[in-house]
């Protein structure tokens, strides 16, 4: 079984004080073999070798051996606590699923780096669930564009939104979509009917 990066090799019996606790050995994913109790192992307690805690500290350019992102509720802590919630048995998306290693704080900092300003953690494919390969940080401009609601329109190999569409034409959001919805218009159509209005 494993454990974030610990994976059990073979478990032993060890006295801690009057309770006899069962304590397992361990191959971490960087190959570094530990001994560690399974009670931490399933409370996530020990997550690694060590080698974990280095990597985030080195992250954030400090030799500390914890994150102490929890304390202050640093912008990459909330996200990933939100995140986590969302997907939750009673979140909104809880039927999308995360990287189970993601579990552990420390593994998404370090998979995604700290959140810059300005920037939310985002879904390249929004079909998929949260993990390394199909997030980034991205604007709410670009989230926005990037929902399956987003309508596109493509006229002479330019694909634009309707908004984006509406700015370069100079006109109102609304006219426009009134035009391409509603009067089922094309976007070819629009171009030209305004184009001749320019010139007439």
Known sequence: MKYVRLTVIEGTESKAGKRLRKKVQCICDCGTIVNVFMS?????????????RRESASLLG??????????????????WY?????????GIYKKIKYDPRWDCFETFLFDMGQRPINKTLDRIDNKKGYFKENCRWSTRKEQTLNRATTRWFIYKGRKLCLKDWAKELGLNVIVLENRLIKKKMTIANVILDFENLQVG
């Open 40 to 52: 931490d192992l399933r409370t996530a307690k020990t997550k690694s070798c060590g080698c974990l």
């Open 82 to 90: 939100a995140m986590r919630k969302r997907c939750g048995r009673s």
């Open 62 to 79: 400090k030799n500390n051996t914890t994150h102490g992102h929890s304390r202050v509720r640093s912008l990459s802590y909330n996200t």
